[in-house]
């Protein structure tokens, strides 16, 4: 008589049970609270700013405008990329969706510099050929929108536990520098309105400080999205300590990444004199890397000399 057992669930072979990582992989505890109202209120002034960008025919105020489009956009992806962080994972997705917050910063700083590139595309052309400016437009809106952008940021420095709350802070204060940068231009051109040429001159100026700022989000999510060696990991030494835990002879097939942002897992084959030394050498590995390397997510596989597997 065949006896049938019944299938594990996912939520049973995602367990971590007693000796395996501490690692989760979800999201928890993380409040949407500070992405909302940032999001509310720069979606709110950037319709203000696009409108009496282009009323004032301002360069300047049309990119900061821009800019709060953008940063709008990218506080939307944050927060779903939040939400989507918080599912469990799933027969179909055993990692879970920590990884959506890198992919959405990481599309957010592709927007970002298809943003500059217009900006220097628009700047050329009116350098070339320059158009008026009221300046006293630019002024007053572009210092309130200063003002906006100062209490976005700081609602955002209380939450920089994410990746994707941290892109979006570092576009907040690019905006800002553009804000700032609007003001100089109103401020300049209301004074002196033959001057128009440091309308585009200044955003220029802005979309290169933005470019800065986007590119170190940009390398950062990319190498996390490539699943590339954690920062503060040193992949050779990792190797190195490995060979030297008593009882090891080779190491190989050696793999070190992220599974969520600050928690780097390790996979790779021991080459050991004994298979029956094993379990040993298994704890003093897993103490040494918890220990030296901070890596608690640990998959090895004992190869006895000669080749032969546990």
Avoid at 184 to 203: E, H, N, Q, T
Wanted: hydrophobic share 55%; charged share 15%; net charge negative.
């Amino acid at each position: 008589m065949r006896v049938h057992q019944a299938q594990p669930s996912s939520e049973h072979l995602h367990a971590h049970l007693d000796g395996d990582a501490r690692h989760a992989h979800t999201i928890e505890g993380r409040s949407q609270t500070a992405l909302s109202v940032a999001l509310g209120l720069t979606l709110l002034f950037a319709v203000i700013e696009v409108v009496t960008g282009f009323m004032s025919n301002s360069l300047a105020l049309i990119a900061d405008a821009g800019h709060m489009v953008t940063d709008a956009a990218a506080l939307g992806l944050a927060l779903l990329a939040q939400a989507i962080a918080r599912r469990p994972p799933s027969a179909r997705h055993s990692f879970g969706f920590v990884r959506a917050e890198a992919l959405a910063a990481f599309v957010n700083s592709l927007a970002m510099l298809a943003l500059v590139a217009w900006i220097v595309w628009q700047a050329v052309q009116r350098l070339l050929e320059p158009v008026a400016v009221q300046g006293g437009i630019v002024l007053v809106v572009a210092g309130i929108g200063a003002c906006i952008n100062l209490i976005v940021a700081w609602v955002l420095s209380r939450d920089n536990q994410s990746i994707n709350t941290r892109a979006a802070l570092v576009n907040v204060m690019g905006d800002l520098l553009g804000s700032l940068a609007a003001i100089a231009a109103g401020a300049i051109i209301y004074v002196a309105p033959g001057w128009v040429r440091v309308d585009p001159i200044l955003s220029i100026f802005v979309a290169l400080l933005i470019l800065r700022s986007t590119s170190g989000i940009l390398r950062e999510s990319y190498h996390f999205l490539m699943e590339g060696v954690p920062s503060q990991i040193d992949y050779l030494l990792v190797g190195a300590n490995l060979k030297a835990v008593k009882g090891v002879l080779d190491v190989h097939d050696l793999h070190v990444w992220d599974m969520s942002p600050g928690h780097p897992a390790l996979i790779g084959h021991l080459e050991i004199a004994s298979l029956e030394q094993w379990p040993a050498v298994l704890d003093a590995v897993r103490a040494m890397l918890r220990e030296k390397h901070g890596i608690d997510h640990v998959t090895l596989q004992p190869e006895a000399a000669g080749g032969k597997s546990l």
